[in-house]
């Protein structure tokens, strides 16, 4: 009787070590993936930075205006006179 006491008792002492060490390791799991998270947020909250950098540079590009300002300026275009332009109908 009292070998099956102590039996029980080193079983139930490894079971509840196995279980500390089960939490133990869970937890230290969890840690590591909420780091990794928050490393994934910060990285996607420079990409939306730059995404919207990019979309206020190529708004800025794309003005009519502008298009027309380099076109005369670093292409050395003219507007052609108004009876020189030929209108195509789709």
């Keep these: 009787m009292a070998?099956?006491?102590?039996?029980?008792?080193?079983g139930l002492s490894l079971i509840l070590l196995m279980s500390a060490l089960a939490v133990?390791?869970?937890k230290y799991q969890s840690r590591r993936?909420?780091?990794e998270i928050q490393k994934?947020?910060?990285e996607l909250d420079r990409y939306e930075v730059e995404w919207g950098r990019l979309q206020l540079e190529l708004t800025m590009l794309t003005e009519e205006?502008?298009?027309?300002?380099e076109a005369?300026?670093?292409?050395?275009l003219i507007?052609?006179?108004r009876d020189k332009i030929?209108?195509?109908k789709p």
């Design 33 to 35: 993936i909420f780091i």
């Design 3 to 10: 070998v099956s006491k102590k039996t029980l008792l080193a």
């Design 65 to 69: 205006n502008r298009v027309e300002i």
């Design 86 to 88: 030929i209108y195509i």
């Design 72 to 76: 005369r300026n670093r292409l050395k």
């Design 40 to 42: 994934m947020e910060r």
């Design 79 to 81: 507007m052609p006179e």
């Design 24 to 26: 133990i390791f869970s």
